[in-house]
Protein backbone atom coordinates (compact mmCIF):
# COMPACT_ATOMS: atom_id res chain seq x y z
CA UNK A 1 0.00 0.00 0.00
CA UNK A 2 1.58 3.27 -0.81
CA UNK A 3 1.84 6.11 2.18
CA UNK A 4 -0.29 9.07 1.90
CA UNK A 5 1.38 12.24 0.12
CA UNK A 6 0.72 14.73 3.22
CA UNK A 7 3.59 17.05 1.41
CA UNK A 8 0.37 17.24 -1.45
CA UNK A 9 -2.09 17.66 0.77
CA UNK A 10 -0.38 20.55 1.91
CA UNK A 11 0.68 22.09 -0.89
CA UNK A 12 -3.22 22.13 -2.14
CA UNK A 13 -3.95 23.54 1.31
CA UNK A 14 -1.42 26.51 0.96
CA UNK A 15 -3.16 27.42 -2.38
CA UNK A 16 -6.49 27.24 -1.27
CA UNK A 17 -5.06 30.09 1.84
CA UNK A 18 -3.10 31.76 -0.39
CA UNK A 19 -5.99 32.38 -3.21
CA UNK A 20 -8.20 33.25 -0.27
CA UNK A 21 -5.35 35.74 1.10
CA UNK A 22 -5.01 37.07 -2.54
CA UNK A 23 -9.28 37.74 -2.33
CA UNK A 24 -8.90 39.92 0.33
CA UNK A 25 -6.07 41.39 -0.29
CA UNK A 26 -7.34 42.40 -3.71
CA UNK A 27 -10.44 44.40 -2.07
CA UNK A 28 -7.84 46.98 -1.09
CA UNK A 29 -5.32 46.96 -3.99
CA UNK A 30 -5.88 50.09 -5.77
CA UNK A 31 -5.31 52.76 -2.39
CA UNK A 32 -1.60 51.65 -2.21
CA UNK A 33 0.82 54.15 -4.10
CA UNK A 34 4.85 53.58 -4.33
CA UNK A 35 5.17 56.30 -1.67
CA UNK A 36 3.23 53.44 0.88
CA UNK A 37 5.38 50.93 0.41
CA UNK A 38 8.26 52.51 2.42
CA UNK A 39 10.94 52.35 -0.56
CA UNK A 40 14.56 54.50 -0.83
CA UNK A 41 13.51 58.35 -1.33
CA UNK A 42 16.14 58.07 -4.30
CA UNK A 43 14.10 54.79 -5.98
CA UNK A 44 10.92 57.00 -5.37
CA UNK A 45 12.61 59.78 -7.66
CA UNK A 46 13.82 57.09 -10.33
CA UNK A 47 9.80 55.69 -10.10
CA UNK A 48 8.57 59.42 -10.37
CA UNK A 49 11.06 60.17 -13.23
CA UNK A 50 9.70 57.38 -15.44
CA UNK A 51 5.61 58.51 -14.64
CA UNK A 52 4.81 55.12 -12.34
CA UNK A 53 2.97 56.09 -9.44
CA UNK A 54 0.60 53.42 -8.61
CA UNK A 55 1.92 49.62 -8.17
CA UNK A 56 0.49 46.56 -10.03
CA UNK A 57 -1.00 43.65 -7.91
CA UNK A 58 2.26 41.67 -7.74
CA UNK A 59 4.51 44.54 -7.19
CA UNK A 60 1.72 45.49 -4.30
CA UNK A 61 1.63 41.62 -2.84
CA UNK A 62 5.48 41.15 -3.15
CA UNK A 63 7.40 43.98 -2.34
CA UNK A 64 6.37 44.17 1.59
CA UNK A 65 7.27 40.43 1.71
CA UNK A 66 10.76 40.80 -0.01
CA UNK A 67 11.40 44.26 1.87
CA UNK A 68 10.15 42.32 5.51
CA UNK A 69 13.53 39.76 4.27
CA UNK A 70 10.67 37.00 4.01
CA UNK A 71 11.73 33.99 1.17
CA UNK A 72 8.96 34.58 -1.53
CA UNK A 73 7.30 32.25 -4.45
CA UNK A 74 5.14 34.02 -6.84
CA UNK A 75 3.22 32.22 -9.27
CA UNK A 76 2.63 35.46 -11.84
CA UNK A 77 2.96 36.05 -15.93
CA UNK A 78 5.69 37.63 -17.98
CA UNK A 79 3.69 41.28 -18.54
CA UNK A 80 1.74 41.46 -14.72
CA UNK A 81 5.30 43.95 -13.36
CA UNK A 82 6.71 40.81 -11.65
CA UNK A 83 10.59 42.68 -12.59
CA UNK A 84 9.80 45.65 -10.44
CA UNK A 85 8.49 43.28 -7.93
CA UNK A 86 11.70 41.88 -7.08
CA UNK A 87 13.97 44.72 -8.41
CA UNK A 88 12.46 47.97 -6.46
CA UNK A 89 12.68 45.98 -2.72
CA UNK A 90 16.31 44.20 -3.75
CA UNK A 91 17.86 47.85 -4.76
CA UNK A 92 16.19 49.41 -1.21
CA UNK A 93 18.09 46.47 1.13
CA UNK A 94 20.90 46.81 -0.81
CA UNK A 95 20.75 50.55 0.14
CA UNK A 96 20.75 49.64 3.73
CA UNK A 97 24.29 48.07 3.42
CA UNK A 98 27.24 49.88 4.04
CA UNK A 99 29.89 48.02 2.33
CA UNK A 100 28.58 47.18 -1.03
CA UNK A 101 29.52 43.65 -2.71
CA UNK A 102 28.26 41.55 -5.02
CA UNK A 103 24.93 41.12 -3.28
CA UNK A 104 22.32 40.15 -5.57
CA UNK A 105 22.01 37.19 -8.41
CA UNK A 106 19.21 36.79 -10.66
CA UNK A 107 19.08 33.94 -12.45
CA UNK A 108 16.84 33.85 -16.19
CA UNK A 109 16.41 31.46 -18.87
CA UNK A 110 17.31 33.76 -21.90
CA UNK A 111 19.76 36.01 -22.73
CA UNK A 112 16.99 38.24 -23.94
CA UNK A 113 15.62 38.48 -20.66
CA UNK A 114 18.80 38.81 -18.95
CA UNK A 115 19.08 42.29 -21.20
CA UNK A 116 15.89 43.12 -20.38
CA UNK A 117 16.12 43.12 -16.65
CA UNK A 118 19.48 44.89 -16.66
CA UNK A 119 17.52 47.58 -18.89
CA UNK A 120 15.00 47.72 -16.20
CA UNK A 121 17.27 47.91 -13.22
CA UNK A 122 19.42 50.72 -15.16
CA UNK A 123 16.24 52.82 -15.47
CA UNK A 124 15.08 51.83 -11.66
CA UNK A 125 18.34 52.58 -9.99
CA UNK A 126 19.13 55.66 -12.06
CA UNK A 127 19.28 57.75 -9.03
CA UNK A 128 20.51 55.28 -6.44
CA UNK A 129 23.88 54.33 -7.79
CA UNK A 130 23.18 50.66 -8.12
CA UNK A 131 25.10 48.86 -10.72
CA UNK A 132 24.08 45.79 -12.46
CA UNK A 133 25.15 43.84 -15.11
CA UNK A 134 23.85 40.78 -17.68
CA UNK A 135 25.79 37.76 -17.78
CA UNK A 136 25.12 35.32 -20.53
CA UNK A 137 26.58 33.15 -23.51
CA UNK A 138 26.59 33.22 -27.11
CA UNK A 139 29.34 36.01 -27.69
CA UNK A 140 32.64 36.11 -28.77
CA UNK A 141 35.80 35.34 -26.74
CA UNK A 142 36.10 39.03 -26.03
CA UNK A 143 32.86 39.27 -24.25
CA UNK A 144 33.76 36.35 -22.23
CA UNK A 145 37.02 38.52 -20.97
CA UNK A 146 34.77 41.65 -20.52
CA UNK A 147 31.86 40.17 -18.25
CA UNK A 148 34.60 38.62 -16.07
CA UNK A 149 36.88 41.48 -15.62
CA UNK A 150 33.57 43.56 -14.67
CA UNK A 151 32.66 41.27 -12.39
CA UNK A 152 35.96 40.99 -10.46
CA UNK A 153 35.93 45.05 -10.59
CA UNK A 154 32.39 44.60 -8.94
CA UNK A 155 28.35 45.32 -9.67
CA UNK A 156 26.01 45.12 -6.92
CA UNK A 157 23.63 42.85 -9.22
CA UNK A 158 24.25 40.20 -12.07
CA UNK A 159 21.97 38.91 -13.77
CA UNK A 160 22.55 35.43 -15.68
CA UNK A 161 21.97 32.43 -17.93
CA UNK A 162 22.14 28.93 -15.99
CA UNK A 163 25.11 27.94 -18.28
CA UNK A 164 27.29 31.03 -18.68
CA UNK A 165 26.58 31.46 -14.53
CA UNK A 166 27.84 28.06 -14.05
CA UNK A 167 30.94 27.99 -16.31
CA UNK A 168 32.39 31.61 -14.35
CA UNK A 169 31.82 30.52 -11.36
CA UNK A 170 33.37 26.74 -12.49
CA UNK A 171 36.37 28.69 -13.81
CA UNK A 172 39.08 30.32 -11.57
CA UNK A 173 38.56 34.16 -10.78
CA UNK A 174 35.79 35.30 -12.29
CA UNK A 175 33.64 36.54 -8.99
CA UNK A 176 33.15 35.87 -5.74
CA UNK A 177 29.90 34.63 -4.14
CA UNK A 178 30.63 34.82 -0.99
CA UNK A 179 29.00 38.19 -0.05
CA UNK A 180 25.53 37.07 -1.85
CA UNK A 181 22.47 38.04 -0.06
CA UNK A 182 19.45 37.91 -2.73
CA UNK A 183 18.89 35.52 -5.27
CA UNK A 184 15.91 35.21 -7.21
CA UNK A 185 15.02 32.93 -10.08
CA UNK A 186 12.93 34.14 -12.38
CA UNK A 187 10.70 32.05 -14.91
CA UNK A 188 11.16 29.27 -12.95
CA UNK A 189 9.05 27.07 -14.86
CA UNK A 190 10.89 27.74 -18.10
CA UNK A 191 13.99 27.26 -17.29
CA UNK A 192 12.88 23.76 -15.89
CA UNK A 193 11.22 23.29 -19.50
CA UNK A 194 14.74 24.00 -20.66
CA UNK A 195 16.48 21.16 -18.78
CA UNK A 196 18.36 23.65 -16.44
CA UNK A 197 17.52 22.23 -13.29
CA UNK A 198 20.91 20.28 -12.28
CA UNK A 199 22.31 23.62 -13.51
CA UNK A 200 20.49 25.82 -11.24
CA UNK A 201 20.93 23.25 -8.06
CA UNK A 202 24.90 23.43 -8.83
CA UNK A 203 25.09 27.27 -8.92
CA UNK A 204 23.56 27.65 -5.96
CA UNK A 205 25.54 25.43 -4.00
CA UNK A 206 27.90 27.88 -4.85
CA UNK A 207 25.69 30.55 -2.87
CA UNK A 208 25.99 31.43 1.28
CA UNK A 209 23.23 29.19 2.63
CA UNK A 210 22.13 32.60 4.13
CA UNK A 211 20.24 34.51 1.79
CA UNK A 212 16.68 35.55 0.89
CA UNK A 213 15.54 33.73 -2.04
CA UNK A 214 12.54 34.99 -4.10
CA UNK A 215 11.27 32.18 -7.11
CA UNK A 216 9.12 33.52 -9.32
CA UNK A 217 7.40 31.44 -11.87
CA UNK A 218 4.24 31.48 -15.10
CA UNK A 219 2.99 28.34 -13.84
CA UNK A 220 3.30 26.08 -10.11
CA UNK A 221 3.72 22.81 -11.77
CA UNK A 222 4.94 19.74 -8.72
CA UNK A 223 8.22 20.16 -10.10
CA UNK A 224 8.32 24.08 -9.20
CA UNK A 225 6.94 22.73 -5.96
CA UNK A 226 9.81 20.37 -5.53
CA UNK A 227 12.49 22.52 -6.54
CA UNK A 228 10.80 25.91 -4.12
CA UNK A 229 10.64 22.96 -1.30
CA UNK A 230 14.87 22.71 -1.69
CA UNK A 231 15.62 25.90 -1.77
CA UNK A 232 13.58 28.39 0.24
CA UNK A 233 13.19 28.58 3.62
CA UNK A 234 9.22 29.01 4.56
CA UNK A 235 8.31 31.10 1.60
CA UNK A 236 5.46 33.47 1.41
CA UNK A 237 3.11 32.67 -1.62
CA UNK A 238 1.63 34.57 -4.38
CA UNK A 239 -0.61 34.09 -6.89
CA UNK A 240 -1.56 36.88 -9.53
CA UNK A 241 -4.06 35.92 -11.80
CA UNK A 242 -3.19 36.83 -15.97
CA UNK A 243 -6.30 39.44 -17.20
CA UNK A 244 -8.83 38.03 -19.10
CA UNK A 245 -9.82 39.22 -22.85
CA UNK A 246 -13.61 40.81 -22.13
CA UNK A 247 -15.85 38.01 -23.29
CA UNK A 248 -17.42 40.54 -26.30
CA UNK A 249 -14.32 40.33 -28.52
CA UNK A 250 -14.12 38.06 -31.23
CA UNK A 251 -10.75 37.08 -31.93
CA UNK A 252 -9.11 36.01 -34.78
CA UNK A 253 -5.79 35.50 -36.24
CA UNK A 254 -3.54 34.82 -39.37
CA UNK A 255 -0.11 33.23 -39.88
CA UNK A 256 1.49 35.64 -42.69
CA UNK A 257 4.84 36.79 -43.67
CA UNK A 258 5.77 40.26 -43.22
CA UNK A 259 5.91 40.83 -46.93
CA UNK A 260 2.01 40.41 -47.53
CA UNK A 261 1.33 41.98 -44.23
CA UNK A 262 0.02 45.12 -45.52
CA UNK A 263 -1.69 44.01 -48.47
CA UNK A 264 -3.81 41.50 -46.07
CA UNK A 265 -4.60 44.30 -44.04
CA UNK A 266 -5.70 46.31 -46.90
CA UNK A 267 -7.98 43.67 -47.84
CA UNK A 268 -9.33 43.19 -44.53
CA UNK A 269 -10.25 46.65 -43.48
CA UNK A 270 -12.19 47.23 -47.28
CA UNK A 271 -13.74 44.03 -46.47
CA UNK A 272 -15.04 45.48 -42.78
CA UNK A 273 -15.77 48.86 -43.23
CA UNK A 274 -15.48 49.79 -39.72
CA UNK A 275 -16.15 52.71 -38.24
CA UNK A 276 -13.34 53.31 -35.79
CA UNK A 277 -9.94 51.06 -36.23
CA UNK A 278 -6.48 50.93 -33.98
CA UNK A 279 -3.41 48.98 -35.60
CA UNK A 280 -0.73 48.45 -33.17
CA UNK A 281 2.95 48.01 -34.41
CA UNK A 282 6.17 46.76 -32.32
CA UNK A 283 7.96 50.02 -32.98
CA UNK A 284 7.73 54.00 -33.56
CA UNK A 285 9.44 52.70 -36.41
CA UNK A 286 6.77 50.36 -37.69
CA UNK A 287 4.35 52.95 -36.64
CA UNK A 288 5.67 55.74 -39.26
CA UNK A 289 6.10 53.31 -42.42
CA UNK A 290 2.66 51.33 -42.08
CA UNK A 291 1.02 54.68 -41.76
CA UNK A 292 2.79 56.36 -44.83
CA UNK A 293 1.58 52.78 -46.89
CA UNK A 294 -1.70 53.63 -45.64
CA UNK A 295 -1.89 57.05 -47.02
CA UNK A 296 -0.97 55.95 -50.09
CA UNK A 297 -3.64 53.68 -50.70
CA UNK A 298 -5.91 56.68 -49.57
CA UNK A 299 -6.78 55.28 -46.13
CA UNK A 300 -7.53 58.11 -43.57
CA UNK A 301 -4.93 56.62 -41.21
CA UNK A 302 -2.91 58.85 -38.63
CA UNK A 303 0.32 57.79 -36.85
CA UNK A 304 0.50 58.05 -33.20
CA UNK A 305 4.13 57.96 -31.55
CA UNK A 306 6.43 59.20 -28.74
CA UNK A 307 7.81 61.91 -31.60
CA UNK A 308 5.05 64.04 -31.03
CA UNK A 309 4.52 66.51 -28.53
CA UNK A 310 1.33 66.23 -26.16
CA UNK A 311 -0.95 69.03 -27.79
CA UNK A 312 -0.46 66.80 -31.06
CA UNK A 313 -1.61 63.84 -28.87
CA UNK A 314 -4.41 65.46 -27.82
CA UNK A 315 -5.80 66.86 -30.77
CA UNK A 316 -5.33 63.24 -32.82
CA UNK A 317 -7.60 61.77 -29.68
CA UNK A 318 -9.51 64.39 -30.45
CA UNK A 319 -10.42 63.96 -34.07
CA UNK A 320 -9.80 60.27 -33.52
CA UNK A 321 -12.98 60.95 -30.78
CA UNK A 322 -15.20 62.70 -33.23
CA UNK A 323 -14.96 60.51 -36.34
CA UNK A 324 -12.92 63.07 -38.11
CA UNK A 325 -9.71 60.09 -38.17
CA UNK A 326 -11.20 56.70 -39.05
CA UNK A 327 -7.68 54.59 -38.07
CA UNK A 328 -4.80 55.22 -35.52
CA UNK A 329 -1.72 53.03 -35.92
CA UNK A 330 1.06 52.91 -32.45
CA UNK A 331 2.72 51.13 -30.79
CA UNK A 332 1.88 49.99 -26.82
CA UNK A 333 1.64 53.16 -25.22
CA UNK A 334 -1.03 53.66 -26.95
CA UNK A 335 -3.19 50.80 -25.70
CA UNK A 336 -2.52 51.67 -21.87
CA UNK A 337 -3.87 55.52 -22.53
CA UNK A 338 -6.88 55.35 -25.00
CA UNK A 339 -10.76 55.72 -23.36
CA UNK A 340 -12.45 55.62 -26.74
CA UNK A 341 -15.77 53.79 -27.29
CA UNK A 342 -17.42 52.81 -30.00
CA UNK A 343 -13.69 51.20 -31.42
CA UNK A 344 -14.76 48.30 -33.62
CA UNK A 345 -12.04 46.56 -35.05
CA UNK A 346 -8.12 46.30 -33.01
CA UNK A 347 -5.37 44.97 -35.48
CA UNK A 348 -2.30 43.52 -33.95
CA UNK A 349 0.06 43.96 -37.21
CA UNK A 350 2.85 42.58 -34.36
CA UNK A 351 2.26 40.22 -32.16
CA UNK A 352 2.65 41.72 -28.51
CA UNK A 353 5.35 41.51 -26.65
CA UNK A 354 3.37 39.16 -23.66
CA UNK A 355 0.08 38.05 -22.66
CA UNK A 356 -0.69 41.13 -20.55
CA UNK A 357 -0.16 43.34 -23.35
CA UNK A 358 -2.02 41.77 -25.65
CA UNK A 359 -5.17 41.72 -23.52
CA UNK A 360 -4.37 45.56 -23.04
CA UNK A 361 -4.30 46.51 -27.11
CA UNK A 362 -7.27 44.28 -27.87
CA UNK A 363 -9.25 45.83 -24.45
CA UNK A 364 -9.76 48.81 -26.41
CA UNK A 365 -12.58 47.07 -28.52
CA UNK A 366 -16.15 45.67 -27.03
CA UNK A 367 -16.08 47.86 -23.98
CA UNK A 368 -19.19 49.55 -22.65
CA UNK A 369 -20.83 46.29 -23.04
CA UNK A 370 -20.52 46.08 -26.92
CA UNK A 371 -19.08 44.03 -29.51
CA UNK A 372 -15.95 43.72 -31.20
CA UNK A 373 -13.37 42.30 -33.28
CA UNK A 374 -9.71 41.60 -32.48
CA UNK A 375 -6.58 40.81 -35.38
CA UNK A 376 -3.33 39.56 -35.24
CA UNK A 377 -1.20 38.76 -37.82
CA UNK A 378 1.95 36.36 -37.05
CA UNK A 379 4.87 35.85 -38.79
CA UNK A 380 7.37 32.98 -38.32
CA UNK A 381 9.55 34.47 -35.44
CA UNK A 382 6.01 35.35 -33.69
CA UNK A 383 4.93 32.29 -33.38
CA UNK A 384 5.88 30.73 -29.99
CA UNK A 385 5.17 34.41 -28.39
CA UNK A 386 1.72 33.92 -30.10
CA UNK A 387 1.35 30.22 -29.00
CA UNK A 388 2.34 31.55 -25.02
CA UNK A 389 -0.21 34.49 -25.48
CA UNK A 390 -2.91 32.14 -26.43
CA UNK A 391 -2.20 29.45 -23.93
CA UNK A 392 -1.83 31.86 -20.82
CA UNK A 393 -5.26 33.83 -21.50
CA UNK A 394 -7.03 30.61 -22.68
CA UNK A 395 -8.33 32.94 -25.82
CA UNK A 396 -10.82 31.07 -28.44
CA UNK A 397 -8.81 32.51 -31.27
CA UNK A 398 -10.16 32.15 -34.69
CA UNK A 399 -7.82 31.57 -37.71
CA UNK A 400 -8.05 33.15 -41.09
CA UNK A 401 -7.01 31.49 -43.91
CA UNK A 402 -4.61 33.49 -46.31
CA UNK A 403 -6.14 34.98 -50.02
CA UNK A 404 -4.86 33.37 -52.94
CA UNK A 405 -1.23 34.56 -53.80
CA UNK A 406 0.36 35.40 -49.88
CA UNK A 407 2.34 32.99 -47.58
CA UNK A 408 2.96 32.35 -43.95
CA UNK A 409 6.13 32.45 -43.42
CA UNK A 410 8.16 28.15 -43.91
CA UNK A 411 10.00 29.21 -40.45
CA UNK A 412 6.86 29.37 -38.55
CA UNK A 413 6.30 25.64 -39.77
CA UNK A 414 10.07 24.81 -38.75
CA UNK A 415 9.77 27.07 -35.34
CA UNK A 416 7.48 23.67 -33.99
CA UNK A 417 6.58 21.50 -36.65
CA UNK A 418 4.64 19.71 -34.27
CA UNK A 419 1.35 22.29 -34.10
CA UNK A 420 0.80 22.03 -38.34
CA UNK A 421 -1.43 24.17 -40.08
CA UNK A 422 -5.11 23.12 -39.43
CA UNK A 423 -6.24 22.23 -42.71
CA UNK A 424 -8.48 24.64 -44.86
CA UNK A 425 -11.98 22.88 -43.70
CA UNK A 426 -11.03 24.06 -40.09
CA UNK A 427 -9.82 27.78 -41.06
CA UNK A 428 -11.74 30.52 -41.62
CA UNK A 429 -12.02 32.56 -45.41
CA UNK A 430 -11.06 35.71 -45.63
Same mark, same amino acid.
Given at each position: ?25 ? *???? $? &???? !? %? ?7 ? +??? #? ?11 ? *???? $? &???? !? %? ?7 ? +??? #? ?16 ? &? ?281 IKFKRIKELTGSNIVELMLPEGMKADEQRRSVHSSNKLPSNKHRKKL
Amino acid at each position: MMAFDWFHVWVKIQIFLNILQLHILQ *ANLN $V &LTFF !D %LNLNDSLLD +GLD #AMGFETPTPIQQL *AIPH $V &LAKH !D %LIACAQTGT +GKT #AAFVLPVIHNILEHENRK &LSTLVIVPTRELAQQIDQQIEGLAYFTGVSSMAVYGGGDGLSWEQQQKALRTGVDVVIATPGRLLAMLTSSGSFDTKYIKYLVLDEADRMLDMGFYDDIIRIISFIPKERQTLLFSATMPPRIRTLAQKILHHPKEITIAISKPAEGIAQQMCYIGDAYKTAFLLSYLQARQDDRVIIFASTKDKVKELHKELVKRKVNAQAFHSDLEQPEREELMRAFKNNEIKLLIGTDILSRGIDVEGISLVVNYDVPPDPEDYVHRIGRTARAERTGTALTLVNGKDFIKFKRIKELTGSNIVELMLPEGMKADEQRRSVHSSNKLPSNKHRKKL
